[in-house]
């Protein structure tokens, strides 16, 4: 070739690169929480919620708060799942880990997919941080990764060249490199970056230096991925078909808690939340504290016992009240909650589930605490619980807890769990004017008023707020006699209370709506459900449907009382299988309740079930298994 040729060769512009089309994909960065991975994972969410997929994200915090650098126990991951067709998990295993030390690649590398991609930070393979986990050699030399597709980038000194000439410290540069890593990803499958680079705008705004940093290094990531040819293509994911209407990516734990504000606003009545700050529960109290202009009023209490009478004193003063916890929080607060029961006064507990017992996996998941729900205070005492099945769902049944304590004057459980409360969806916003009614019990004359007089249909008593004259009444948790509320110690009367409060909660019954079944209502196995399971059960049923196995799914969002056609239901299958992160739980209610000899699935890591373990324990039962 001449010199001019050659001249005219490096001139040319090199042509993009067009896209490859697949259908779905899954990511999970991984790194040291001062890595910025949260952050790097909900933008890399944000990005993709506008681009038109559905998805299910699993953030995985680390339960040290400052765990040494580089260390095994201060890994902290974030896992997106987007597709061009309906997503109802977080993905089982990663198609692409981006691994920012070698302490995330050794946490996250057996969970890869053989032939997936894998990005290494080059930069933080030192001796002493290989060391700090136990690698005798590195493995991106001894061909322990040759099963995967590794891209070694020196993220640390790439992200280093393109801020030179930026009045930054070496700390500061070193803090952009996640955006460095986010643009290559963005480049990569095909993602929009104005949203990231509005975020940097508004996040930074009062330091126009770190604005520009964080915005150049994401530029410089992405225009490296493309020019650097490091990856040999790259990847679109079509938009997934969505019924119309305006969207948000939304968590658990904002669902709650919006929720709870939509109830308040339907009621009439302000909301009140006494709490005390436990993961994973924490964020409810974070995104009610940005609401006071709905009459929100949040209490931060010294502990979980005041946090809960702060509840009990905002409702018998008129307010929708609530608190939330985590098992250990319910722990401290059963007395009270028996308080309420005995007073009959309308509250929304919520227990935000993670691992036990004690302190246990506070920042992992698990679905440990029906039985606490179901019988964990002394005495009688039953209460009602409702269990949301998605992080949006979170909304809907938190205006349903809000509406059932009100309706039947009792608190209310609301158990969600650490995967739902951290775990994001696409949420479609309802129209509030479709938002379920509020009824109020019925509140006689003054003339005619008792404090334990009962709604014939609901067997509610009627709630009178304080000052409203004629109403005078007092409560307590000495047991009341029928009708006045008289503090009464006669046997007859407390056995008549006793029933009376459970028949109460089971006349709950009449407000939950038939059954859903996915698949035919007759057949081989059954596989029962509730809570954040039902992303894996559902796809591994369709999976087991498709295969031609004779399999159908339910999902409980009832738990007590339990559907009423539920029994009906299980009469029709010859096998019944039960999927839980805890031992059994809801497996020995049900087979208390309807004398079957069900069969448990049980997962106690701190992680949600993979469909691929679902389907696993489907064809136990089905047969046929898979090809």
Known sequence: MSDTQTQSAKAAPRRPQPAQEVESVTIRFAGDSGDGIQLTGMQFTTSTALAGNDLSTLPDYPAEIRAPVGTLPGVSGYQIHFSSREVLTPGDAPDVL???????????????????????????????????????????????????????????????????????????????????????????????????????????????????????????????????????????????????????????????????????????????????????????????????????????????????????????????????????????????????????????????????PSTGLPTKTEQADLLQAMYGRNGECPVPILAPATPAECFSMAYEASRLAIKYMTPVFLLSDGYLANGSEPWLIPDADKLAAFEFPTLPEADKYKPYLRDERTLARPWAAPGLSGYEHRLGGLEKQDVTGNVSYDPDNHERMVRLRAAKVNKIAQDIPATQILGAKKGKVLVIGWGSTYGAITAAARNAQARGQSVSSIHLRHLNPLPPDLGDIISQFEHVLIPEMNMGQLLKIIRAKFAINAVGLNKIKGQPFKIAEVETGIDALAGGGRN
């Open 98 to 356: 981006v691994a920012m030390n070698p302490a995330a690649l050794k946490a996250n590398i057996k969970d890869l997919k053989k032939g997936g991609i894998l990005i290494v930070n080059t930069d933080a393979f030192t001796a002493a941080n290989l060391t700090k986990v136990q690698y005798a050699k590195s493995p991106l030399e001894d061909g322990s990764l040759s099963d995967f597709r590794v891209i070694s980038v020196e993220l640390s000194r790439m992200t280093g060249n393109a801020l030179a000439g930026l009045a930054l410290t070496k700390v500061q540069v070193e803090r952009c490199k996640n955006f460095f890593a986010l643009g290559m990803m963005y480049w990569l499958y095909d993602r929009p970056m104005e949203a990231t680079l509005n975020w940097i705008e508004k996040k930074f705004k009062k330091t126009a230096l770190l604005v520009e940093a964080n915005q150049k290094a994401l530029h410089a990531g992405n225009a490296y991925a493309e020019t650097a040819e490091i990856f040999g293509a790259h990847y679109s994911v079509r938009k997934a078909p969505i019924a119309p209407g305006v969207y948000r990516n939304i968590t658990g734990n904002e669902a709650t808690a919006l929720g709870m504000i939509a109830a308040s606003q339907k009621s009439g009545l302000d909301l009140w939340l006494g709490t005390y700050p436990i993961t994973p529960a924490s964020d409810i109290l974070h995104e009610l504290c940005k609401h006071k202009e709905f009459g929100v009023k949040t209490f931060q209490a010294e502990d979980e016992i005041a946090a809960i009478g702060s509840a009990i004193g905002a409702s018998f003063a008129g307010h929708l009240a609530a608190t939330s916890t985590s098992g250990p929080g319910v722990a401290l607060k059963s007395e009270a909650i028996g308080l309420a029961v005995m007073t009959e006064l309308p509250l929304v507990i919520i227990d935000v589930q993670r691992g036990g």
